[in-house]
């Protein structure tokens, strides 16, 4: 069982930035594909951001390219979104996901591990 700790949620005004982090329990890291998904209240789990094992392939959902920017470090077992020019539309709890996989999935139900989440509210 792989534990998945985010960190670094808060209020921020528009136009802000937050860097999200996300630490794995599991030594063997660098064999998941990381992804971030965010989910505002009534809405779906939708995907924001992803990366594969290696760092090199990125991916991003239309809304938040350019914007954010996705990262890891396999030594650390941790991933990031760095989250810049934020919108009120942000606003949602954030969540890392870990899968067993050397793609990148996009859909949450081909991640196997979940953190809590942590809450991004964007001010306007």
């Known amino acids: 069982q792989v534990q998945l700790v985010e960190s670094g949620g808060g209020l921020v005004q528009a136009g802000g930035s937050l860097r999200l982090s996300c630490t794995a329990s599991?030594?063997?890291?660098?064999?998941?594909?990381m992804g971030w998904f965010r989910q505002a209240p009534g809405n779906a789990r939708d995907f924001v951001a992803g990366?594969?094992?290696?760092?090199?392939?990125?991916y991003y959902a239309d809304s938040v390219e350019g914007r954010l920017t996705i990262s890891r470090d396999n030594v650390k077992n941790t991933v990031y979104l760095q989250m810049d020019d934020l919108k009120p539309e942000d606003t949602a709890v954030y969540f890392c996901?870990?899968?067993?996989?050397?793609?990148?999935?996009?859909?949450?139900?081909?991640?196997?591990?979940w953190g809590q989440g942590t809450q991004v509210t964007v001010s306007s």
């Open positions: 996901a870990a899968a067993r996989s050397i793609v990148v999935p996009k859909t949450q139900g081909e991640y196997d591990y």
């Open positions: 990366i594969r094992w290696s760092g090199y392939n990125k």
């Open positions: 599991d030594h063997r890291f660098s064999n998941y594909a």
